[in-house]
């Protein structure tokens, strides 16, 4: 199944009767839900962990490390569909809305190729 196969509303569907097939709903709090994100995240992390920049991207050419590490990303995924079908988030207004914040903040002409934020520059000329 690729991208394309299936709508973010299947996901978000098939997450929630998941969930509600298992009376999980009950646990799954603003709180509860947020750690688990950042749970999930701590967990790819690890896989990456010591490694060198190139190190870490020829783990993702071991097929079973990159299993392991797209089941991580699907965690982290599955949370925050979860997060957002449980409070009435609609996801793609959000990323949408946080794309054109992000593109005011850090205009190309002031970012682009750097990795570290234009700002810094503007406090030490301060």
């Known amino acids: 199944m690729k991208d394309y196969d299936i709508t ?4 978000k569907s098939r997450i929630k ?6 009376d999980w709903e009950q646990f799954h709090s603003p709180k509860n839900i947020s750690m688990s994100i ?5 967990e790819l992390m690890e896989h990456f962990q010591w490694l060198t920049i190139e190190q870490s991207k020829q783990l993702l050419k071991n097929k079973k490390k990159r ?14 569909i979860d997060f957002c079908n449980l409070f009435n988030i609609d996801i793609g ?4 809305r946080k794309l054109d914040k992000s593109a005011k903040k850090y205009p190309v002409y002031l970012v682009k190729g750097k990795s ?4 810094y ?6």
């Open 17 to 22: 009767q998941f969930i509600k097939e298992r």
């Open 121 to 126: 520059y503007r406090k030490l000329k301060s």
């Open 93 to 96: 207004k959000s990323i949408v």
């Open 116 to 119: 570290h934020k234009y700002t």
């Open 38 to 42: 950042a749970i999930e995240a701590a």
């Open 67 to 80: 299993e392991e590490i797209e089941d991580e990303l699907a965690d982290i995924a599955i949370y925050i």
């Open 8 to 11: 973010l509303q299947e996901i």
